[in-house]
């Protein structure tokens, strides 16, 4: 099967400047996460869709990220204005959403978007 | 901090050594899961262990579980160059609907 996609494989802003990341994941996986990963760092959670609702978006911070999962399969990622901190990789990742608990899913992750603001 | 800790942060060993790296962690969870991250891609998933499952071996990947003492490990048997990754533990908590991954470990393989 197919795995996750996810475009630009990088990209290089001036800081203030806007970006969009973009997101398809595996076919029929109901949940979707957006992973900031910092350098030496291991992926923080920003949000997570579970088909085109949000179900946790605690760390995204939203007076400049903003991420929308319509008809409940891609999902763009968007960052407005960036900072020199957003410097990191943007990894999406998708799961089938079992009943049993989504953190009991097998995460499947996309190849990620390298960001570097300048 | 919402992320565990693993340790050592960079493990260098020969091919054909056995590898081991640890895991630590504050809360209680229901399961923990074992990623590995190759220089510039995205992660993979390795191993799931319950919270009431205490060992779990996969191939050469055998992997503990200590809730008793909030710590996990993951043992990679006869290394080879292809290892050579970043590995993360995840925990999923216990009433939460996400995974929390630590700051990884850096296994290097030398051939």
């Known amino acids: 099967e197919a795995g996750v996609a996810q475009s630009p494989r990088y990209k290089i802003i001036e800081k203030r400047q806007s970006v969009a990341f973009w997101c398809n994941p595996i076919?029929?996986?109901?949940?979707l996460y957006w992973y900031q990963q910092i350098l030496g760092q291991g992926p923080k959670l920003l949000i997570q869709?579970?088909?085109?609702?949000?179900?946790?978006d605690s760390q995204l911070p939203k007076d400049r990220f903003s991420a929308e999962r319509l008809k409940g399969v891609d999902s763009t990622l968007k960052i407005q204005p960036a900072k020199l901190e957003d410097s990191a990789v943007y990894l999406c990742?998708?799961?089938?959403?079992?009943?049993?608990?989504?953190?009991?899913?097998?995460?499947?992750f996309g190849p990620g978007t390298r960001l570097t603001v300048l | 901090s919402q992320q565990g800790e693993e340790d050592p942060q960079a493990l260098s060993i020969q091919e054909g050594e056995n590898a081991t790296m640890n895991c630590s962690y504050k809360?209680?969870?229901?399961?923990l899961q074992w990623y590995r991250q190759n220089s510039g891609r995205g992660l993979v998933h390795l191993i799931l262990?319950?919270?009431?499952?205490r060992e779990k071996h996969s191939g050469r990947l055998r992997v503990t579980l200590d809730t008793s003492k909030k710590s996990s490990s993951l043992l990679i048997t006869a290394s080879r160059a292809a290892d050579t990754a970043s590995y993360f533990c995840?925990?999923?908590?216990?009433?939460?609907?996400?995974?929390?991954f630590g700051t990884g470990t850096r296994l290097t393989v030398i051939p």
């Open positions: 995840a925990t999923g908590r216990t009433g939460a609907n996400n995974l929390f």
């Open positions: 990742a998708s799961s089938l959403g079992l009943a049993g608990g989504p953190n009991t899913d097998t995460q499947y």
């Open positions: 076919s029929g996986h109901a949940t």
């Open positions: 809360t209680s969870i229901n399961n």
């Open positions: 262990i319950r919270s009431n499952e």
């Open positions: 869709f579970q088909n085109n609702g949000v179900v946790d």
